[in-house]
């Protein structure tokens, strides 16, 4: 997210931010990579399907122009999500595509953490009962439907490697 939040400050919007262009090097500094779909002029009025169909933000698929930066934050949403369940939350958002985002649109995706269960795991609990009310809360701010809801990091000034709790 501080990756994403550097290129944010600058105008740019990734267009592509996925656990593949994320790469890790001297310990814990994370690059981005593949810029193919960066967005460096008129951020907020994007155009065109951008990233991997499990990252991409839903207004893609229902609005002409959408704003980048929102799509980038909902991108690291799926990141969050991939990195600690070692799944994505869904296949696509396409609309009428995957189940699972379905789902989550029409309940919220608080419900979709409760529904859904791991399967690796004999007891079939609900994927929440893995996760911290910090880390839930901080995949329902990412991963809003509305864009508008979603957190701006290029308005954030936060380390986090310090940071605790995540407040929007």
């Not at 839903?58 to 930066?69: A, K, N, S, T």
């Not at 949403?77 to 189940?99: D, E, F, I, K, Q």
Request: hydrophobic share 45%; with cysteine.
């Amino acid at each position: 997210m501080q990756a994403v939040r550097a290129l944010h400050v600058r105008g740019i919007a990734h267009g592509d931010i996925s656990l593949e262009n994320a790469l890790l090097r001297y310990g814990s500094q994370v690059v981005l990579i593949d810029f193919a779909m960066a967005v460096t002029e008129n951020v907020e009025a994007a155009t065109g399907h951008r990233g991997k169909p499990s990252y991409m933000a839903p207004e893609m698929f229902v609005q002409r122009c959408y704003d980048g930066l929102a799509a980038d934050v909902f991108s690291c949403g799926v990141c969050a999500y991939a990195l600690a369940m070692g799944s994505y939350p869904w296949s696509s958002t396409r609309p009428n595509a995957c189940l699972a985002f379905m789902f989550a649109q029409r309940f919220g995706l608080t419900e979709l953490l409760q529904r859904r269960r791991l399967t690796a795991s004999r007891q079939r609990a609900p994927i929440a009962s893995y996760m911290s009310p910090t880390f839930q809360q901080l995949l329902v701010s990412l991963l809003k439907m509305d864009p508008a809801r979603r957190p701006k990091f290029h308005h954030l000034s936060w380390d986090l490697q310090k940071t605790e709790s995540f407040s929007w």
